[in-house]
């Protein structure tokens, strides 16, 4: 028969490994991912800073990437930033080198737990938010 110790010492670890998995997986449920669809001949670089509150701009960035698209392609980052309320900017550029388009959009958590900010890059180069 096992002793107490051992016992405990085996329900301890199973159950913070339990716990382990769930918080892992409600993290990843609290966070947003990104794509792009690129519909164009071309291949872009798309650059992205999401910014929430803050005193200053430095303070306010959250995420700043790029993500690469071939053409016909598309690029995903999974679980970039926490699930709540950002400006979102980007710059597309043609052959990682012309710009294309810029602008801004704003992201707002559904709550569903299926958070994404997704665009088309269509021709000439414009993202459409999706």
């Not at 999401?50 to 995420?63: H, S, V």
Request: aromatic share 8%; net charge negative.
């Amino acid at each position: 028969m096992p002793s107490r110790r051992a016992l405990l010492g085996t329900l301890g670890v199973g159950t913070t490994t339990a716990l382990a998995g769930c918080s892992r997986l409600r993290s990843r449920d609290d966070r947003v991912d990104l794509t792009v669809f690129n519909q164009t001949d071309d291949s872009f670089a798309v650059e992205f800073e999401f910014f929430g509150d803050g005193a200053a701009e430095g303070a306010a960035r959250a995420y700043s990437s790029t993500l690469d698209v071939a053409p016909d392609g598309e690029a995903t980052r999974e679980a970039v930033v926490e699930a709540r309320r950002y400006l979102v900017r980007y710059r597309a550029y043609e052959d990682d080198s012309r710009l294309t388009d810029g602008g801004h959009v704003h992201f707002i958590p559904s709550g569903d737990g299926t958070e994404s900010v997704a665009f088309d890059l269509r021709e000439p180069g414009e993202l459409a938010r999706r």
